[in-house]
């Protein structure tokens, strides 16, 4: 019964693909490209990957916001925010916010399926909520790594429907 809903899902996803058509002209790229991404911080300073974030739950009530804009060969494209030790993804990385961007209304959470701008919470709890209906802790991870303070990266992780072809922007950030 699970393979038979994989290979429904993969049939729904290959099918969606194929129904852009037009490359170009229907909004796809031939790869995933990130075309701006920025988060600003409690202290209202925004980044798009150079300034240092500085992270803290006792600033602003910790709100942060996270925006991006991103296209894929594919109709659909995955979009997610991790807490990094370093600006490279890594599979033990902390996923805090992710969507498929370009689906039919109303599971798009992109608006023109291509960007969005999300409010954050850091929390004195050493958690994040982004309003999605899920709560993230990373007290595990900021134990398992640098501890607080510390210096770590906000990623964008940005795909393909198919995660055949990914992309990722860092944003360095002091986690208080």
């Not at 393979?3 to 995933?32: H, K, N, P, Q, W």
């Not at 300034?51 to 804009?69: P, Q």
């Not at 850091?122 to 209906?133: L, M």
């Amino acid at each position: 019964m699970k393979s038979i809903r994989s290979l429904s899902l993969c049939a729904v996803v290959l099918a969606l693909s194929a129904c852009a058509g037009g490359g170009e002209e229907a909004g796809m790229t031939a790869e995933t490209i990130i075309y701006t991404a920025s988060v600003t911080d409690p202290t209202g300073v925004t980044s798009q990957g150079t300034e240092v974030l500085t992270i803290a739950a006792t600033t602003n009530g910790g709100r942060f916001s996270v925006k991006w804009k991103a296209s894929a060969a594919t109709p659909n494209y995955v979009a997610y925010w991790y807490i990094s030790v370093d600006p490279y993804f890594q599979s033990d990385d902390e996923q805090f916010l992710g969507f498929q961007c370009g689906l039919p209304a109303p599971y798009d959470h992109c608006a023109n399926q291509k960007s969005a701008n999300w409010e954050c919470e850091y929390r004195s709890d050493v958690s994040i909520d982004c309003g999605d209906g899920y709560d993230t802790s990373l007290s595990s991870y900021f134990s398992r790594h640098n501890g607080l303070p510390g210096s770590y990266y906000i990623l964008l992780r940005a795909c393909d429907g198919l995660f055949e072809d990914c992309k990722v922007q860092a944003f360095p950030a002091n986690f208080y």
